[in-house]
């Protein structure tokens, strides 16, 4: 009967390895401390300065080589920033010096031994990437996960809490983490709850003002690790977002990363104009003394000596 019962143990443990079950510990290459991308030929368009000295880049399976930001530990994405609406969408402005690239292109994750950690894609920028969710006085949104995933309502019990939830009286306000909701009741009318972006014209009758409209320019960016890829930026009306789906999906997707037949593409750089850029001002130094730590500083230039 003992042998039986060890025969058994021993199966299960196998199978269990053999088939991923375990998910307390993300399964990290060699390279956790490498803070470039010069052995990353998929996307060396995302070697830049704002990246290299603000995290690290480490190796994730299923996702490959991913990012990771210095930051505390109670950080999270699209919370230090505000909503700007550029006649169209709304664009998030993030106060982090990072905040360009890695929440207008990419997915998020997170995991107990990483933290928040972003992930490279291949799409064009977008106004915003997260996932959406609108219902009674309140609006929210969540990083966009990797493969089209999402997360648990906001009232559902989880370890992690990815929603940042805001009354839409306060949609639009500079800071948006200083009106952020912890805690919210259950639900229970789901015929109304929307996953889209606010309607525009809703949030103005909460705020009773007229929303401006902000024009955003965008330019390429020359990162540093050439060749660059080119492509023309979208239209200003372009939203990139894909739909948030359910259903359940119990298959990893295959990891896609194109190939060498695709048209090569450069990032672009979101300009943020003059009254938006004061407010970014404003904020910026709070949240990089009380929120970042600069890990990588770039190099000091060798100093030339007199002859």
């Not at 042998?3 to 956790?32: A, K, M």
């Not at 894609?121 to 006085?137: F, H, K, N």
């Not at 606010?198 to 050439?226: A, G, H, L």
């Not at 009254?275 to 000091?300: C, F, H, I």
Request: charged letters at 20%; a neutral charge.
């Amino acid at each position: 009967m003992n042998l039986r019962i060890l025969s058994f143990v021993l199966f299960i443990t196998i199978t269990c390895f053999f088939s991923g079950c375990y998910t307390g510990n993300l399964n990290q290459g060699n390279n956790s401390q490498d803070n470039n991308l010069q052995d990353n030929s998929e996307y060396p368009e995302y070697n830049v300065d704002d990246l290299n000295q603000y995290g690290q880049w480490t190796d994730v399976y299923p996702y490959g080589k991913v990012w990771c930001p210095s930051v505390v530990n109670d950080w999270q994405p699209f919370t230090n920033g505000h909503w700007s609406y550029d006649g169209y969408n709304w664009v998030w402005v993030s106060y982090e010096p990072f905040g360009w690239i890695v929440y207008h292109y990419g997915s998020w994750e997170y995991s107990q031994d990483l933290g928040w950690f972003w992930i490279p894609g291949d799409e064009s920028w977008t106004p915003a990437c997260v996932q959406w969710i609108d219902y009674g006085d309140y609006v929210g949104w969540a990083p966009r996960r990797a493969y089209n995933r999402i997360w648990p309502e906001p009232w559902e019990h989880n370890n992690v809490h990815p929603w940042m939830l805001v009354s839409k009286g306060d949609f639009n306000r500079e800071n948006i983490n200083s009106y952020r909701i912890h805690s919210v009741s259950q639900y229970d009318n789901p015929n109304q709850i929307q996953r889209r972006e606010p309607d525009v014209k809703t949030i103005q009758r909460y705020v009773k003002e007229p929303i401006p409209i902000v024009k955003f320019e965008r330019e390429p960016v020359v990162t540093n690790n050439p060749p660059v890829r080119t492509e023309n930026p979208p239209n200003k009306n372009d939203n990139s977002t894909p739909p948030v789906t359910r259903g359940n999906n119990n298959s990893t997707p295959p990891v896609t990363r194109g190939n060498n037949n695709t048209k090569p593409r450069t990032i672009v750089h979101m300009q943020i104009p003059p009254a938006e850029r004061q407010k970014v001002n404003k904020y910026r130094p709070k949240v990089e003394k009380d929120v970042l730590k600069k890990k990588n500083p770039p190099p000091t230039p060798p100093q030339k000596r007199d002859k």
